[in-house]
């Protein structure tokens, strides 16, 4: 008799925590909504969640307009043709540096771990942008998320 209430017990404890922990996933805030990109970390986000959304429009507004600026169809392309692949990549914002029009926002990506017992690596990057017409518009991003195409001058 004792051992049936201790079974019990310890199966309603793991039903709590199955509840708790389908809880705590489905009402969890969206932290893939878009926000203000009135900061330049504000709009390094909008950027890399316009890339997982294939948004691909929104993501191209944030470039700068510069001569060696890629055509959207290229742009596109880099990541529809996976030449630019960052699904199996997190980053995490870890700083940013604004200096008159410039700024330098500090990142985290970390690769892999997306199947079991595969390792995973981190490593720092750094996204750099510029203040172009009263908006911040990015320069630079680390890869997968910029391909080293753009920055060739004709």
């Known amino acids: 008799m004792k051992q049936?209430?201790?079974?019990?017990?310890?199966?309603?404890?793991?039903g709590i925590m199955v509840i708790a922990a389908l809880l705590?996933?489905?009402?969890?805030?969206?932290?893939?909504?878009y926000g203000t990109e009135d900061t330049?970390?504000?709009?390094?986000?909008?950027?890399?969640?316009?890339?997982?959304?294939?948004?691909?429009?929104r993501a191209y507004k944030a470039l700068q307009d510069a001569s060696d600026k890629p055509s959207y169809q290229d742009f596109q392309q880099s990541f529809l043709s996976r030449r630019l692949d960052p699904s199996?990549?997190?980053?995490?914002?870890?700083?940013e540096k604004i200096s008159d029009d410039n700024a330098v926002v500090k990142l985290n990506l970390t690769h892999g771990g997306?199947?079991?017992f595969d390792g995973s690596?981190?490593?720092?990057?750094?996204?750099?942008?510029?203040?172009?017409?009263?908006?911040?518009?990015?320069?630079?991003?680390?890869?997968?998320?910029?391909?080293?195409?753009?920055?060739?001058?004709?």
Do not use: C
């Open 4 to 14: 049936d209430r201790f079974l019990i017990a310890i199966l309603a404890a793991v």
């Open 24 to 33: 705590v996933f489905f009402l969890r805030n969206d932290s893939q909504a």
């Open 40 to 57: 330049p970390q504000g709009v390094v986000r909008n950027y890399i969640i316009a890339i997982y959304h294939e948004d691909f429009e």
């Open 88 to 95: 199996d990549v997190s980053v995490r914002i870890t700083g």
């Open 114 to 116: 997306t199947r079991l």
């Open 121 to 154: 690596w981190s490593e720092p990057g750094n996204a750099i942008l510029v203040l172009q017409n009263g908006d911040w518009k990015l320069v630079e991003m680390p890869y997968p998320y910029w391909d080293w195409q753009w920055d060739q001058k004709p």
